[in-house]
C-alpha cells in the first residue's frame, strides 16, 4: 500500500514542477494572445534561442544557467520588441485575404529562427553539465520514520519556485503598474482604450517584448533539467498552445491554472498508462477543453464570481 | 517575340540537360538521403562527414570504375514521408541505379517500399528495426545486423555476469525502439527473467519521473533501455535522482553509445553497460585510419553511426565495380554476392 501512495506522491510531485515550468511557457504566449488576438506560433523558437543564450552564457563565462534568467530576459525583451515592430506591425497594416496572416508570419519567423540555430551552433545536442544535476533532497534524510521514500530534484525545484517568482512578478506588473493597467485595457477593448488614451500600438510593442522575455526566462529555467538542440521550438509551441486553449485565450490566471493542469495530467497519464500515451494524453484534454469548455478555466472563473 | 523567348529558353534548358549527360559520363552523381535538420540532424550530420571521408578517398584512387564519385544529399529531416519522397525523386527524376543511406528505421522502411516498388537496389545503412529486411523484398539489403543482436550480445553478458530474475524494458516509441525492445523482452523470458515493467515514452520527453517511480516500485534486477543520446542522459540522471538501485543500468546501442552520453549525463553514466557495434578500438581493417581521419577533421571521435556510413560508400563501390552495367538488375545481382571487409567488419 505504502508503495502505491509512493508512486502516486512521486508522480504528483513530478507533475507539479513540471506543470509550473508549462506555466511560464504559456504564460508568454496568454499574454501575446491577450493583446493582440494572435497565436504566436514562433514561441518555441523563442525559447529555444534563449536557451542557447543560457548555453553560450554558461560555456563562456561560466555564468550559472538560473543566473543567465536575468540576462536572456532583456535580451529576449527587446528580440520581442524588435519582431513586432519591424515585422508584424507592418504587416498588421496591409490589408489581405486572410485575417491571420501575422499567425502565418509568426510560423515563418519561428523556421528562421531555428535554421538559424542550425546553421550557426550545428544540429548538436547541447547541455550544460552542471555539478547538481543529480542533487535531490530525499524525505528519509530529515524524516527517519517515514513509511516511504519520496525525492525532491534540486535543479526541479529551483526551476519550479523561479517560474513561481517571475509568475507572481508579472501579477504585479499588471495589477499595480500604470503600464500593466494599460495593458490589460488593451486586451480587453483596444478602441475603448485607444479612446481612453492608451498608446496601443506601444503597449503591443511592451506586450509582446514581455511576452519573449517570460518565455525566455522559462528558457534558461529548462535548461539545467533539459536539453537543447534547434528544432526543439515546435514540441514546447504545441504545449504552450494547448495551455493557452485550455487556459481561456488571453487570460493569465488560466494560463497558470492550465499549465499546472497539464503537467499533473502528463505525469499521470505516463504512470497509469504509460509513458507513450502522454502526448495523446495532452491533445484528449486540448479537444475536451475545446468541446466542453470553449472558454477555458477563465470563463469558469468568470461564471463564479457573476454567480455570488 | 514572346514564342522566340520560349525557344530560347528550352533550348537553354536542353544545352544544360545535354551537358549534364555529359558530365556524367566521367562523374558519378549519387544522392543519398540524410537528415541533415530535426531531431537526428546529429546523426545525419556524422554521416555525412564520414561519406565525404570515403568519397575522397576513393576519388583519390581513381574513383569507381574510372569515374569520379560526386555525393549530393538530400535533407529527409528524419520524416519517413520525406524520405519517401526522396527515394521517388532519385528513382523517377534522377534515375540512380542504386539507392542507399538515411538514418533511422522508419526513414529506411519507407525508401525500402518505394526502391522494392521501382525494382531499384537499395542499401539499409543504419536503420536497425527487424522487420525492414524481413518483408521479402527483393531489392533491399542491409550492413548493418539487425536490432535483435544488441539484445542478444547483452544478454549473453548478464547471462554469465549479472545473472538477475528480473528486468524492465523501456523503449521509445519509434521502429527502432519498438523493435529492440521486444527483442529483448523476448530473450529475456527465453532465459527465465520476469519482465516487470514493459513500457515506452516518447522521444524528447523532458520529465521520466512518473514512469521511473513506478519502475521503483517494482524493484528489478536490471534495466535495459533503448534510447537516443540525449534521452539516455536524463534517463540516467533521472535514475540517479530517484535513488534506483538496480544491480544494472543497460543500454541497446545508439544513445549509450555515443561519446557525448557521458559528458551529458555526468556522474549518472557509471554502472551503465551498452550494446554497441563498432568503436574506434575494433580490430577491422582500416577502421583506425577512418577514426583518425575523422577525429583530425572534426575533433570529435565518431560512433558507429559513422563508420557504417564509411563503409557503405566501400560497399557501393565494389558493387558497382563488379556490376555488369550500371542499370537496377545487374547492380541487384553483384549486391547479392557481396562480401567483403570493411572498416565496419565483414
Redesign the interface.
Known amino acids: 500500500m505504502s508503495?502505491?501512495i509512493?508512486?502516486f506522491l512521486?508522480?504528483l510531485i513530478?507533475?507539479l514542477?513540471?506543470g509550473g515550468l508549462y506555466a511560464l511557457i504559456g504564460l508568454g504566449m496568454t499574454i501575446i494572445m491577450g493583446v493582440m488576438k494572435i497565436i504566436n506560433l514562433a514561441h518555441g523558437e523563442l525559447m529555444m534561442v534563449a536557451m542557447y543564450i543560457a548555453y553560450w552564457v554558461f560555456v563562456l563565462f561560466h555564468i550559472d544557467p538560473y543566473l543567465s534568467v536575468f540576462i536572456s530576459m532583456p535580451l529576449l525583451f527587446f528580440l520581442g520588441v524588435g519582431l513586432q515592430k519591424f515585422l508584424i506591425n507592418p504587416v498588421l497594416k496591409v490589408e489581405s485575404i486572410l485575417p491571420e496572416n501575422q499567425v502565418i508570419l509568426t510560423v515563418g519567423i519561428g523556421m528562421v529562427l531555428s535554421?538559424l540555430a542550425?546553421i550557426f551552433f550545428?544540429?548538436?545536442?547541447r547541455?550544460t553539465?552542471v555539478d547538481y544535476?543529480?542533487k535531490?533532497w530525499?524525505l528519509t534524510d530529515y524524516w527517519k520514520a517515514a513509511p516511504f521514500?519520496l525525492?525532491l530534484?534540486f535543479s526541479w525545484t529551483v526551476s519550479f519556485l523561479f517560474a513561481v517568482i517571475i509568475t507572481v512578478l508579472l501579477w504585479f506588473f499588471l495589477t499595480k503598474t500604470d503600464m500593466g493597467k494599460s495593458i490589460r485595457a488593451t486586451a480587453q477593448d483596444l478602441d475603448a482604450a485607444l479612446l481612453m488614451g492608451v498608446n496601443v500600438k506601444k503597449m503591443r510593442v511592451i506586450t509582446f517584448g514581455i511576452g519573449a522575455s517570460l518565455v525566455g526566462a522559462a528558457g534558461s529555467l529548462?535548461i539545467p533539467?533539459?536539453?537543447l538542440?534547434?528544432?526543439?521550438g515546435g514540441?514546447f509551441t504545441l504545449i504552450a498552445f494547448v495551455i493557452t486553449i485550455l487556459g481561456g485565450l488571453g487570460s493569465t490566471v488560466g494560463a497558470i491554472i492550465g499549465g499546472l493542469i497539464l503537467g499533473v495530467f502528463?505525469?499521470?497519464t505516463?504512470?497509469y498508462l504509460?509513458?507513450?500515451w502522454?502526448?495523446v494524453g495532452r491533445f484528449l484534454i486540448f479537444v475536451a477543453a475545446l468541446i466542453f469548455l470553449p472558454g477555458g478555466v477563465a470563463s469558469l472563473l468568470r461564471r463564479k464570481r457573476f454567480g455570488k | 517575340m514572346r514564342r522566340f523567348s520560349i525557344i530560347v529558353v528550352v533550348a537553354f534548358l536542353l544545352s544544360l540537360f545535354c551537358s549534364g549527360t555529359l558530365l556524367a559520363q566521367d562523374t558519378l552523381k549519387l544522392s543519398i538521403p540524410l537528415p541533415?535538420?530535426?531531431?537526428q540532424?546529429?546523426f545525419?550530420?556524422m554521416e555525412k562527414r564520414s561519406y565525404e571521408i570515403a568519397a575522397e578517398e576513393i576519388n583519390a584512387k581513381g574513383g569507381i570504375k574510372g569515374k569520379k564519385v560526386v555525393l549530393d544529399f538530400e535533407d529527409s529531416q528524419g520524416k519517413p514521408e520525406i524520405s519517401r519522397s526522396i527515394a521517388e525523386k532519385l528513382i523517377d527524376v534522377k534515375k540512380q541505379p542504386v539507392i542507399f543511406g538515411d538514418y533511422s528505421s522508419s526513414c529506411s522502411k519507407a525508401i525500402a517500399a518505394v526502391a522494392d516498388e521501382r525494382k531499384v537496389p537499395y542499401l539499409v545503412v543504419t536503420g536497425a528495426a527487424d522487420d525492414i529486411t524481413q518483408q521479402n523484398y527483393k531489392y533491399v539489403f542491409r550492413m548493418n545486423p539487425p536490432n535483435a543482436l544488441y539484445a542478444i550480445g547483452l544478454i549473453s553478458f548478464l547471462k554469465e555476469v549479472v545473472k538477475p530474475k528480473t528486468i524492465v524494458i523501456l523503449y521509445e516509441?519509434s521502429d527502432f525502439g519498438t523493435s529492440g525492445a521486444k527483442d529483448m523482452a523476448m530473450h529475456a523470458e527465453k532465459m527465465g527473467m520476469k519482465v516487470l515493467v514493459y513500457?515506452?515514452?516518447?522521444k524528447?520527453?523532458?520529465?521520466?519521473?512518473?514512469?521511473l517511480?513506478?519502475v521503483?516500485?517494482a524493484k528489478p534486477d536490471v534495466i535495459y533501455m533503448v534510447s537516443y543520446?540525449?534521452d539516455a542522459?536524463?534517463l540516467m540522471?533521472?535514475i540517479?535522482?530517484?535513488?534506483i538501485d538496480s544491480k544494472l543500468f543497460a543500454g541497446g546501442a545508439a544513445g549509450f553509445a555515443l561519446p557525448?552520453f557521458v559528458?551529458?549525463a555526468?556522474?549518472?553514466s557509471e554502472y551503465v553497460v551498452t550494446a554497441t557495434l563498432w568503436s574506434p578500438q575494433v580490430k577491422y581493417k582500416g577502421a583506425k585510419e577512418y577514426a583518425d581521419k575523422y577525429k583530425k577533421l572534426f575533433k570529435d571521435y565518431p560512433s558507429y553511426h559513422g563508420a557504417e556510413a564509411y563503409s557503405a560508400l566501400y560497399i557501393i563501390k565494389d558493387v558497382l565495380e563488379r556490376a555488369k552495367s550500371l542499370n537496377p538488375e545487374d547492380i541487384r545481382v553483384a549486391m547479392k554476392a557481396t562480401k567483403m571487409e570493411t572498416a565496419f567488419g565483414p
Do not use: C, H, W
Open positions: 508503495v502505491q509512493e508512486v512521486q508522480t513530478a507533475g514542477l513540471l535554421n542550425t550545428t544540429s548538436d545536442y547541455s553539465p544535476a543529480t535531490a530525499y521514500e525525492s530534484s529548462f533539467i533539459y536539453y538542440y534547434p528544432a526543439l514540441q502528463e505525469a499521470m505516463a504512470t504509460g509513458m507513450g502522454a502526448p | 541533415l535538420t530535426g531531431t540532424a546529429k545525419g550530420e516509441s513500457e515506452k515514452y516518447e524528447g520527453a523532458v520529465d521520466f519521473k512518473p514512469i517511480s513506478k521503483k516500485a543520446v540525449m542522459a536524463l540522471r533521472q540517479k535522482e530517484l535513488r557525448e559528458v551529458n555526468k556522474d549518472a
